[in-house]
T-cell receptor
Framework: NAGVTQTPKFRILKIGQSMTLQCAQD?????MYWYRQDPGMGLKLIYY???????DKGEVPNGYNVSRSTTEDFPLRLELAAPSQTSVYFC????????????FGPGTRLTVL | QQQVKQSPQSLIVQKGGISIINCAYE??????FPWYQQFPGKGPALLIA?????SEKKEGRFTISFNKSAKQFSLHIMDSQPGDSATYFC??????????????FGKGTHLIIQP
């Protein structure tokens, strides 16, 4: 099993550009999450999904959108990129809710200039 | 409002010593308290977790101590080794989302074990 995979590993965007961060898992997990990690700030939840077709906002959703058309995939869309979105983005999945082990992907490092 | 406060921000321990990282939480609805370990360039990985029905959980050299009345929990790493050098995050879940809405993380502790 590949676990949780994320693409791309690195990306530089210009202000106002858009992009999609890809996340896939092959563990048949229902729950998937997107976090952002800023230096010295821990991880903050952006969006989460409890199953295909169901998504909800986390702590810091502004400027992002998600979709969940399949159990395996949970892409994160950035519209009109801003410097404040410079961060490392982690996707995670768990079999049940957050009170179960979450498996994290390797992350995408995004810089907005 | 930071719901999980973690200290210290950084910690240097000699090889063989005990590393101690502390966390405090505010939301009494939290009912799951994991610790995650992160190496540079990698995603976090679950190290050990505890639920509030026990006061201590031990897995190898790693122990969580939990004090429900004080709303505090801590990670102890016994016989610390250079390979333990990493960033450690405490976290909590439960709250109003019942656990479905992800983890609330502390800000992390950068641990260095000196040989």
């Amino acid at each position: 099993n590949a676990g949780v995979t994320q693409t791309p590993k690195f990306r530089i965007l210009k202000i106002g550009q858009s992009m999609t961060l890809q996340c896939a898992q092959d563990m048949n997990h229902n729950y998937m999450y997107w976090y952002r990690q800023d230096p010295g700030m821990g991880l903050k939840l952006i969006y989460y999904s409890v199953g295909a077709g169901i998504t909800d906002k986390g702590e810091v959703p502004n400027g992002y959108n998600v979709s969940r058309s399949t159990t395996e995939d949970f892409p994160l869309r950035l519209e009109l990129a801003a410097p404040s979105q410079t961060s490392v983005y982690f996707c995670a999945s768990s079999l049940a809710g957050a009170d179960n082990e979450q498996f994290f992907g390797p992350g995408t490092r995004l810089t907005v200039l | 409002q930071q719901q999980v406060k973690q200290s210290p921000q950084s910690l240097i321990v000699q090889k063989g010593g005990i590393s101690i990282i502390n966390c405090a939480y505010e939301n009494t609805a939290f009912d799951y308290f994991p610790w995650y370990q992160q190496f540079p360039g990698k995603g976090p990985a679950l190290l050990i977790a505890i639920r509030p029905d026990v006061s201590e959980k031990k897995e190898g050299r790693f122990t969580i101590s939990f004090n429900k009345s004080a709303k505090q929990f801590s990670l102890h790493i016994m016989d610390s080794q250079p390979g333990d050098s990493a960033t450690y995050f405490c976290a909590a879940s439960g709250g109003s989302g019942g656990g479905a809405d992800g983890l609330t993380f502390g800000k992390g502790t950068h641990l260095i074990i000196q040989p």
